[in-house]
C-alpha cells in the first residue's frame, strides 16, 4: 500500500492571464513546500493525520494564502480564522470556528479533537481553550498583511459586494 | 481557504482545512470548512474530502459527507461521484472546489472555478503543482 497527498490553497485572483507572476511563483512556492512537509511524514510510514496537519501549518504561516497569516479582514477590521480536521480511521474531528489569537487553527482544532469531548469550538471561548491548552499565540499583527486591508477597503467602497465571490472566484 | 487530504501506507486518510473566511464578512459569519460534513470529512470506509469556495452553498449539500456516503452506499468510482457533485454545486450557485482520496489512493480534485491553486505527491509520483 502506498500513500498521497493532496493539498488546494486558496490565494485570491485565479484569472489565467491576470494573475501577477510573483503571485504566481509566490503560490507555487507555498504548495510546494506544503507538500513537502507532509510528504516527508508520509515518506517515513507517518500518519494520514500528522500530514495533513504538517502540510495546513505551513499554508497557514504563508501570506500567499487565505488562512492563518494571511487570513482577509472581517467588516469590523479583524481577523477571524476557522478550521478542521478529521481522522479517518474513527471519524473523530474537531474543528474551531472565529478565533482570532492562535498562529496555527489547525492545530487547536486537533486539540479540540484529542483533548476534549467536543467536536466544534467558537470564538472566544475556543480562543480561551486554546490558551488554556498551550497553542502558540499570535496577535493580530501577525495575520495581517497589506493586500488583505486593500481588498477590505475595496470591498467597503462598494457595499453591494458583501459577498466577495466577485473577487475571490472570478 | 487552504486544505489538505492523505491516505498513508496503513490505508488511513485523514482531512484538514482552515480558512480566513471571506473579505467583509459581517454578523459572525461562518462558511463551511469548520463543519464537519460540509467542507471536511475523513472515513476510512470511504474517502477524505477538504473543500474550497462559496461555503454556503457547501453547507447547504452537505457536500464533503455526501461524497463519502456515496462512494460508501452507491460503490461509484471517485471520479464519477466527484463530477455528479461539482455538477450538483454549480446547479444551486455554488463556485469552487475539492480535493478528495480513497483508502486504495484514489485521489482527485474537482473545481468550477477559473483555477484551484492545487498540489498531489504520492509515493510513486513526483510533487505536481497547478493553478489554472
Known amino acids: 500500500m502506498g500513500w498521497t497527498l493532496m493539498i488546494h490553497g486558496g490565494a485570491g485572483s485565479m484569472r489565467r492571464g491576470q494573475l501577477a507572476e510573483a503571485d504566481d511563483a509566490a503560490g507555487r512556492a507555498g504548495l510546494s513546500a506544503a507538500l513537502e512537509a507532509g510528504a516527508a ?63 496555527h487553527p489547525v492545530s487547536l482544532a486537533r486539540e479540540v479533537m484529542a483533548n476534549s469531548a467536543h467536536v466544534l469550538l467558537s470564538a472566544a471561548g475556543a480562543d480561551a481553550f486554546s490558551k488554556e491548552h498551550g497553542l502558540e499565540q499570535a496577535d493580530q499583527a501577525w495575520f495581517a498583511i497589506p493586500e488583505r486591508r486593500r481588498q477590505l477597503d475595496e470591498m467597503k467602497a462598494r457595499p453591494e459586494g458583501a459577498f466577495d465571490s466577485g473577487m475571490k472566484y472570478g | 481557504t487552504v486544505g489538505a487530504v492523505a491516505v498513508d501506507e ?21 462558511g463551511d470548512s469548520p463543519l464537519i460534513g460540509a467542507g471536511t470529512y475523513a472515513d476510512d470506509r470511504a474517502a477524505a474530502i477538504s473543500c474550497t469556495g462559496s461555503g454556503e452553498h457547501f453547507i447547504r449539500l452537505g457536500l464533503a459527507h455526501e ?59 513526483e510533487a505536481q503543482i497547478a493553478i489554472f
Open chain 2, 10 to 30: 496503513a490505508g488511513h486518510v485523514a482531512a484538514a482545512t482552515s480558512t480566513g473566511g471571506l473579505t467583509a464578512k459581517r454578523w459572525g459569519r461562518i
Open chain 2, 67 to 125: 461524497l463519502c456516503a456515496r462512494l460508501r452506499l452507491c460503490g461509484d468510482e471517485l471520479s464519477i461521484v466527484e463530477q455528479d457533485l461539482i455538477a450538483e454545486l454549480g446547479r444551486i450557485g455554488g463556485k469552487g472546489g475539492f480535493i478528495a482520496v480513497t483508502p486504495e489512493g484514489d485521489a482527485r480534485w474537482a473545481f468550477n472555478t477559473p483555477g484551484m491553486y492545487r498540489g498531489r505527491v504520492s509515493h510513486d509520483l
Open chain 1, 41 to 103: 511524514i508520509l515518506r517515513d510510514g507517518g500518519s494520514a493525520l500528522d500530514a495533513v496537519e504538517a502540510a495546513v501549518k505551513v499554508l497557514e504561516d504563508d501570506p500567499a494564502f487565505n488562512a492563518g497569516r494571511g487570513s482577509v479582514f472581517t467588516w469590523d477590521g479583524r481577523i477571524e480564522c476557522d478550521a478542521a480536521i478529521m481522522d479517518g480511521r474513527d471519524r473523530n474531528a474537531g474543528a474551531v470556528a472565529g478565533v482570532t489569537a492562535t498562529r
